[in-house]
């Protein structure tokens, strides 16, 4: 084509041109060379040009999906286009949750191919489905900078998923894959084992909840069995069955890069289990094995004490909710015996009750590398506290016990006490819903005031009463507690009182939880006094306390100069207009808090408006949620007004509200257009609030 041109053109020129041969041929290859030059870049600039169209289009929804023409927000449709012209500042893409379908996959894609700077690229919890997943692997091979990808609980299905496993087979970047809750079925898993055999860069592969039966795990161990790179798996809920079993011991068996093995909800029942046990016996490299939720029963014990007392190498074994009784308590207490890897160890929810704890007990008084131990819903009962009471004198290396709702009662509850007095080595010991009643909950006051090691300490749900005064008034002389729950105890204004007073001299403590309880407004009083003093606290919850604005003043009034607290959450009380005019008021001067939680107050249009300017002028505040209020059009305009101003907000919540029509769609285009917010909840619309508590 260009040789023609180039003919054309000299017989053009010497017709114009009366010269000789050698200038018209000179002339002609400077205009040929011209023309092609810009017929080049038009052409290049047309298709690239044609490339951004098709990328742009790609942002927006079918109507037809999701009732908006718009699926993605313009945040989040910024951060794409960054992405794709690799000016994105941070190392993950975040697009969790944020109605990707296989249309807007592609555009994810599409910025794919041309990214080299992003290495994490989380898609979870969207719409994506077979022909998205196929555009992502595409992307795949192109792309080489990705390190982790995260698909969990979309809908690439077999189709999809066997795009991304044949992609995996030339990428060399992937690292982290999750494609869990995809319905790959046993069809994805056939094509991920043949990669798996030839990949030698992925070493975290999450296929949870995927639908594999017996036949996609035969062909994933087979693959398995090759691959050298792979060490943490997860086939969490899926049906293996006891077949499936043995496929997976087999691999146990061979397996020298395999540390962390997740098999929760597999359905591999006592005789599986009792394959994968005996492969557990030579096994020298999972060092994390999760058997949770399995149905074992009793009779695997013998099982279970073998090849506990032989591994050398497991350091975290959960067992949770897998039927065991007290032979099973039994046998893993022998086992601890002799074991000197175990590190963690959970058996909540298995009824292994008081007596299977004396034998658990006995092993804590001789085991020496055992750091955590959950007994959450284990009928531990009185007898079974003081057998674990007596264990915690003479053991000094459990550094966390989860004794939640275990019916311990007060008796049980005051031996453990006495035994935290002497222990050293506790750092997080929960006792929660355990019915301790005032002389239980007393009888930790003495753990308060002398224990030199308890960092975390929970107690909520005990009916606890009068007798967190204790505690309260041993929080002045401790020095080591900086996470304090004692939600739902039935505390009235002298326990939060003795509370408060302790926070004015006590530097330590971080963290203070008293949701639920029968305090009033001399109790708020005291803690707001204490909040003018205190430096340490960063998180304070007062939620459902029944707490009238009047009885937040010295609260709020407190808050206004306080620097310490990062998170308020006084949601599920009744502060009506005036705590939500006190509440901005304070939001105006308040220099340190990030997340406010007030949903359920009854805060009011004028108090809507008194919080508007209090967001005007803040500039630390990030997640606001007043939720289910009554804050009206008024007040939601208020609002609207001052998120053009603020900087700092990234969530907000403002649904329930009474807030519509003009209203409605002034905030969702100040939402739109924002370069800050990345979550707005207004009217019916429900947005995903990650910090919401």
């Not at 000299?10 to 400077?30: E, G, Q």
């Not at 996959?105 to 898609?123: C, D």
């Not at 808050?559 to 990062?566: E, F």
């Not at 305009?637 to 807030?659: F, P, V």
Request: one cysteine or more.
């Amino acid at each position: 084509q260009f040789f023609f041109q180039f003919l054309l053109l000299v017989v053009v020129d010497s017709s114009f041109l009366h010269l000789n041969l050698k200038f018209i041929l000179s002339f002609t290859v400077i205009r040929f060379t011209f023309l092609a030059y810009f017929s080049f870049i038009m052409t290049t600039n047309k298709e690239g040009k044609k490339d951004l169209t098709l990328f742009e289009s790609l942002l927006f929804q079918d109507e037809n999906v999701t009732g908006s023409e718009d699926t993605l927000s313009e945040h989040d449709k910024r951060s794409l286009r960054e992405y794709k012209s690799n000016t994105f500042a941070q190392e993950e893409l975040n697009l969790v949750s944020v109605g990707l379908t296989d249309k807007t996959a592609t555009a994810v894609a599409i910025a794919m191919k041309e990214n080299n700077t992003t290495k994490r690229l989380n898609l979870s919890e969207n719409s994506i489905g077979p022909e998205g997943g196929k555009e992502i692997a595409g992307a795949l091979i192109e792309n080489n900078t990705i390190t982790e990808l995260n698909l969990l609980k979309n809908n690439v299905n077999a189709e999809g998923g066997s795009a991304i496993a044949d992609a995996l087979v030339t990428n060399t970047s992937i690292t982290e894959l999750n494609l869990g809750w995809n319905m790959i079925g046993d069809g994805g898993t056939l094509s991920l084992s043949k990669t798996l055999k030839a990949n030698k860069t992925l070493q975290q592969l999450d296929l949870s909840g995927n639908q594999l039966t017996v036949d996609g795990c035969k062909a994933l161990c087979e693959g398995m069995k090759e691959n050298t790179s792979i060490t943490t798996l997860s086939l969490h809920f899926n049906t293996l069955g006891e077949e499936g079993a043995k496929f997976v011991a087999e691999l146990i068996l061979l397996t020298k890069t395999i540390t962390s093995l997740n098999l929760a909800r597999t359905d591999i029942g006592l005789e599986g289990l009792k394959h994968i046990a005996k492969a557990m016996e030579s096994n020298t490299s999972i060092t994390h094995l999760d058997l949770s939720d399995n149905r074992l029963g009793d009779d695997v014990a013998p099982a279970m004490l073998s090849f506990l007392q032989t591994n050398a190498t497991l350091q975290a074994l959960d067992l949770t909710k897998c039927d065991l009784m007290a032979l099973g308590g039994k046998s893993i207490g022998d086992a601890l015996k002799t074991n000197s890897s175990l590190q963690t160890l959970n058996l909540s929810k298995n009824e292994i009750g008081p007596d299977g704890c004396k034998h658990l007990g006995d092993a804590l008084g001789s085991n020496g590398s055992l750091k955590e131990l959950s007994l959450w819903g284990c009928r531990v009962g009185p007898d079974g506290g003081k057998a674990l009471a007596h264990a915690l004198k003479a053991n000094s290396t459990l550094a966390s016990l989860d004794l939640t709702r275990n019916m311990i009662g007060e008796e049980g509850a005051c031996a453990l006490a006495s035994s935290l007095v002497e222990n050293i080595a506790i750092k997080s010991f929960v006792l929660a819903e355990n019915m301790l009643g005032e002389e239980g909950m007393g009888c930790f006051g003495k753990v308060v005031k002398e224990n030199k090691s308890i960092e975390t300490l929970v107690l909520f749900g005990n009916r606890g009463g009068d007798g967190v005064v204790a505690i309260g008034e041993a929080l002045s002389h401790n020095h080591h507690i900086k996470t304090l729950n004692l939600r739902w105890n039935s505390i009235n204004d002298e326990g939060i009182t003795a509370i408060g007073n302790s926070l004015e001299t006590n530097d330590v403590l971080e963290e203070l939880i008293l949701d639920t309880n029968s305090f009033g407004s001399k109790g708020c009083t005291s803690l707001g006094n204490a909040l003018a003093k205190n430096n340490s606290l960063t998180f304070l919850s007062l939620r459902q306390n029944f707490l009238q604005g009047v009885a937040m003043t010295a609260l709020f009034q407190s808050l206004r100069t306080n620097t310490s607290l990062q998170k308020l959450n006084i949601s599920d009380n009744q502060l009506g207009g005036e705590g939500g005019r006190m509440l901005g008021e304070m939001l105006g001067e308040n220099s340190s808090l990030e997340i406010i939680i007030a949903w359920g107050n009854g805060i009011d249009e004028e108090g809507g408006k008194s919080i508007a300017t209090g967001i005007s002028a803040n500039n630390t505040i990030k997640t606001l949620n007043i939720f289910f209020n009554k804050v009206g059009d008024e007040g939601g305009d208020a609002i609207a007004d001052a998120l053009k101003i603020n900087t700092s907000i990234r969530t907000i919540d403002l649904r329930e509200n009474g807030i519509r029509g003009p209203v409605e769609r002034k905030l969702l285009e100040i939402k739109n257009t924002s370069k800050t917010i990345t979550s707005l909840g207004i009217s019916h619309i429900r947005v995903k609030c990650k910090n919401c508590m």
